[in-house]
């Protein structure tokens, strides 16, 4: 059984930073492309960074130069560095792997407010 287990997020001021991980357990994860998404009060889920099988990053607009994708596949980890965090990036988070079509983690909340 597929499972994608999230680290606990947490709550920060306006420019804090925070550090998101996942745990794949599932033995075809060096063949993923993994993903984080993000869900705020009353938006559709957005995609915020994806990182592709051999290590190629690419995030959305809003978080270019504050946020950093990674994955160590002996590990079967894949982590979400978020610096200068603002407010606009609160909401759930969610690890993904293998697409939309693929498989969730449960979720975790981050909270930027003053």
């Known amino acids: 059984q597929v499972r994608l287990v999230e680290s606990a997020g947490g709550s920060v001021q306006p420019g804090g930073s925070l550090s998101l991980s996942c745990v794949a357990h599932?033995?075809?994860?060096?063949?993923?492309?993994m993903g984080w998404y993000r869900q705020a009060p009353g938006k559709q889920r957005e995609q915020v960074a994806v990182?592709?099988?051999?290590?190629?990053?690419s995030y959305t607009d809003s978080v270019k130069g504050r946020f950093t994708i990674s994955r160590d596949n002996a590990r079967k980890t894949v982590t979400l560095q978020m610096n200068n965090l603002q407010p606009e990036d609160t909401g759930v988070y969610y690890c993904?792997?293998?697409?939309?079509?693929?498989?969730w983690g449960q979720g975790t909340q981050v909270t930027v407010s003053s």
């Open positions: 990182i592709t099988n051999i290590g190629v990053p």
């Open positions: 599932v033995g075809t994860f060096s063949l993923w492309t």
């Open positions: 993904n792997g293998n697409g939309a079509a693929g498989y």
